[in-house]
């Protein structure tokens, strides 16, 4: 807090802090879009993918410039991601593996923000800092030096508790209950006012068949549309030859409290990361991109037991929410990691939009060796492409369909990923998306190798198509939060945040979600490692 006197020269002591704020803010654009003419590229990226050991709780930021943010931007934004990726003489390979970390920002009425960051209290990282090593679990991509053989077994036995990919409420008001969960069947409850770790909690789903164990999940719950209730997936993984694997379909009414709605036996075990639900339906897509289980019990790491096989279909279940009725439909195989949103049109087709890829070789594009090596990023392919699936229930059949950019120089927005909406439109007809392009090559349109949050119109030939990026500065995934007299769908804010690299420091941002102007932004006086997923909790603190 500012202690000056009189009053006045506090004021005059913020607007000259505001001033500058904003001043250093354009000159490092100007700069640095000036230097790009030169050869420099991605400055300070790296910090994206560094340790950031700070904990702390409510820590005041200022807002930069002097222009109101909406009142009704009222609430908490919890950000989820790797907060450190070296542990004693161990170090991740994969982004995927950092440990857990939460950042927060609760922001009363548009005006004051308190900031806030905590590690998540797993066994995974709890194990590790009392061994001062990286504690023997399931990984992504493994650890550098290696597990041995006996380190492998416990892993095994340990399991996957890092749960640093995304954030869920479960219940509401009073009995609101928050969650960080991962592709795995686990989650960690934690108390959204402190960030502080509460316990871990697997969901209590048991099948009458030899299992290996409940190990994977989505790390995408969604709101069941007619109860409210967060409803998810789980699969049940078997090593008894003859004996299939089961992906079951539940409904959680608080932490303690499962139900299941379906279970499907598969031959093979799919890697997924999130789905759709419509009003009536859950709508799984099985890609060809297989787990072995086999590998998997030697490695303990889960890229190493992924098997793609683009000769075969993608296939969609279409799961009845009330009566677990399953549908399968299929079309050529592609792989997917998010799922936009699903909804039913009058005539009985199902609508489901999806980011696409050829194959699943996106998924190593985040090891760190490659995001901290710039000859690397130069050479990696953005495949990503929006397309939208139609489902036919009557005839079985799937029609495929892509969008046209508003024009050629804008066909880089569908090459989006972390995509979000509107949730007020979550199972309903929409229009449009949000998300952020990863780019590092230089001929990619208008962007060339900066990353950049876009927004993509999907009703109007992509004519309100728009993106907003500053050379050097970083985005994470954003979240729109509506304007509550919203007379579109698309009023209200994106709310986000950056790392401006040659700062090496992170920012708070709010944009206009309609213009892409910017609305406010306020400095985190500290570097926020690469988040994956967040969410914002109106009027919850």
């Not at 030169?38 to 560094?50: D, K, R």
């Not at 939009?353 to 392919?381: H, V």
Request: hydrophobic content about 40%; aromatic content about 12%; glycine content about 6%.
């Amino acid at each position: 807090k500012l202690s000056c006197k009189p009053r006045r020269s506090c004021l005059s002591g913020n607007l000259l802090k505001m001033w500058f704020d904003t001043r250093l803010l354009l000159l490092s654009v100007v700069l640095l879009t000036l230097s790009g003419c030169i050869g420099a590229s991605t400055v300070g990226l790296e910090y994206f993918f560094t340790d950031n050991f700070e904990e702390f709780q409510d820590r005041p930021i200022q807002w930069s410039k002097n222009t109101s943010v909406p009142y009704w931007v009222h609430g908490t934004f919890v950000r989820n991601g790797p907060g450190r990726f070296n542990i004693g003489g161990r170090s991740v390979i994969h982004t995927f593996d950092g440990f857990a970390k939460l950042h927060s920002f609760k922001i009363h009425n548009g005006s004051k923000v308190l900031f806030s960051a905590s590690f998540l209290g797993t066994s995974t990282y709890t194990r590790s800092i009392a061994e001062n090593d990286y504690a023997t679990s399931l990984t992504f991509d493994g650890v550098n030096p290696p597990f041995t053989f006996e380190q492998r077994t416990e892993a095994l036995l340990h399991g996957l508790d890092n749960t640093n990919a995304n954030i869920w409420q479960v219940g509401s008001r009073r009995d609101a209950e928050f969650i960080a969960v991962t592709d795995a069947a686990v989650f960690s409850k934690f108390l959204l006012g402190t960030l502080s770790t509460v316990s871990l909690v697997k969901p209590d789903i048991t099948h009458p068949i030899v299992k290996l164990l409940e190990l994977l999940s989505s790390a995408h719950p969604l709101y069941e549309p007619k109860t409210g209730h967060t409803i998810n997936i789980v699969y049940t993984i078997n090593i008894v030859p003859g004996l299939k694997h089961t992906l079951s379909l539940y409904r959680m009414k608080d932490t303690n409290t499962q139900e299941i709605i379906a279970n499907v036996k598969l031959e093979r075990i799919s890697y997924m990361h999130s789905w759709s639900i419509t009003e009536n339906y859950a709508i799984i897509s099985l890609y060809p991109l297989y787990i072995s289980v086999p590998k998997m019990l030697n490695s303990a790491e889960a890229s190493k037991c992924l098997e793609w096989n683009g000769k075969d279909e993608t296939k969609f279940l279409v799961i009845s929410l009330e009566d677990g009725k399953v549908s399968e439909l299929k079309t050529p195989g592609f792989f997917g990691v998010h799922h936009i949103n699903a909804f039913e049109q009058n005539n009985g087709k199902i609508v489901v939009d999806i980011i696409t890829y050829p194959d699943n070789s996106m998924l190593s594009q985040f090891e760190l060796a490659t995001m901290l090596n710039e000859t690397k990023r130069k050479n990696l392919p953005n495949k990503a492409m929006l397309k939208r699936f139609i489902l036919d229930m009557q005839e079985s059949s799937v029609t495929v369909s892509t969008f046209p950019p508003k024009t050629p120089e804008l066909s880089f927005v569908n090459a989006m990923e972390l995509p979000v909406i509107n949730e007020n439109n979550r199972s309903r007809s929409y229009c449009y998306v949000y998300g952020v392009v990863f780019s590092f090559n230089s001929k990619t349109p208008t962007v060339q190798d900066n990353f950049a949050i876009v927004k993509k119109d999907l009703c109007n030939n992509g004519t309100g198509d728009r993106y907003w990026f500053r050379p050097n500065h970083y985005p994470n995934e954003p979240f729109f939060i509506p304007d509550p007299n919203a007379q579109a769908e698309d009023q209200g804010v994106l709310v986000t945040t950056m790392l401006d690299g040659p700062r090496k420091e992170s920012y708070l941002l709010i944009l206009d979600a309609q213009t892409f102007e910017i609305v406010n932004y306020a400095y985190a006086k500290t570097f926020i490692p690469f988040a994956i997923h967040g969410r914002f909790f109106h009027g919850t603190f």
